[in-house]
């Protein structure tokens, strides 16, 4: 299957130049912003992985929804409107759409849905982010999947209760609260916990990556799990058989 590498020149991206031949895919065209990379792909290209920058995802997941190719999207912090030009393109082609592409990340996304719906209210949800200084956007996309697992198995709207971060006379803590913290710093490839704090005991729920592999490996298999789907938005727990 001939591909293209949306964000080439970045950590992921190279790291899924790297890898794509272990997964049988060939990297035909290296695209990204930064001189010595392609501006676009070409014809022959049957499917493409972005792992690049938020306002970048319209313009190309428009052009492959035109080509009619499949759409690994790893790029996270989309804005709504950018969201609404991936829905709009998802309606002609297969997109897959994940804030981590790692299977322990997607596991835990489980396991975090299993604890809020055990440990209930008298838990409280914290969710702390790790990752390396140059990440631009935070929280991280797999933070707010977390987040929103755990909202689900609690049973809560998760926009009524997300809290990022803490300041000043904040009050006394809400139940239901889901509160994300972001931190930044040195090479952290990326390390998420989640917390439930009762009264007597805490649980917390822990993955942490050491290898940008672990992310571009599950990108790469969700494209070729993506080629002759239908289209629609797919995320990693489809390609994992967990949906
Ligand atoms: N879903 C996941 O599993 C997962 C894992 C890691 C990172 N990410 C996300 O992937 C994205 C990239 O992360 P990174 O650490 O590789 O960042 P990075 O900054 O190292 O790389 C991003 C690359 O995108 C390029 N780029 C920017 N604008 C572009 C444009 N208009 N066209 C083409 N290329 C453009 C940049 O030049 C850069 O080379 C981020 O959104 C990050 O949050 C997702």
């Known amino acids: 299957m001939k591909i293209a590498i949306v964000g080439a020149a970045g950590r992921m991206g190279r790291k899924l130049c790297e890898l794509a031949a272990d997964a049988s895919l060939d990297v035909v065209s290296r695209v990204d ?7 676009e792909w070409g014809g022959d ?19 492959a929804a035109e080509q009619g190719i499949p759409y690994v999207i790893g790029t996270t912090a989309l804005t709504a409107a950018e969201q ?3 829905d709009e393109a998802a309606k002609a082609i297969p997109v897959v759409q994940s ?7 997607n596991l835990l996304i489980e396991l975090v849905r299993k604890a809020a719906s055990v440990l209930g209210r008298g838990y409280d949800v914290e969710i ?29 709207d998760f926009d009524a209760n ?4 803490r300041r000043g006379d904040t009050g006394e803590r809400p139940a239901d609260e889901i509160a994300i913290h972001a931190l930044r710093g040195g090479s952290v490839v ?36 993506a080629k002759g789907r239908p289209a629609g938005i797919y995320t990693m727990r489809d390609v994992l058989g967990f949906a």
């Open 190 to 225: 990326g390390d998420h916990v989640v917390m439930f704090a009762g009264e007597l005991e805490r649980v917390e729920l822990v993955h942490r990556a050491q290898d940008r592999a672990a992310f571009a490996a599950g990108a790469l298999q969700a494209l070729k799990w």
């Open 45 to 63: 290209v049957e499917g493409v992985v972005d792992f690049s920058w938020h306002e970048a995802v319209p313009g190309y997941v428009r052009k």
């Open 99 to 105: 804030g981590n592409y790692s299977l322990g990340v």
């Open 128 to 156: 702390t982010e790790m990752h390396h200084r140059h990440k631009k956007d935070a929280p991280s996309g797999t933070a707010l999947m977390l987040a929103k697992s755990a909202a689900l198995g609690r049973g809560v």
């Open 84 to 86: 609404a030009v991936v």
């Open 162 to 165: 997300a809290v990022y971060g």
């Open 33 to 39: 912003a930064v001189d010595g990379f392609d501006r």
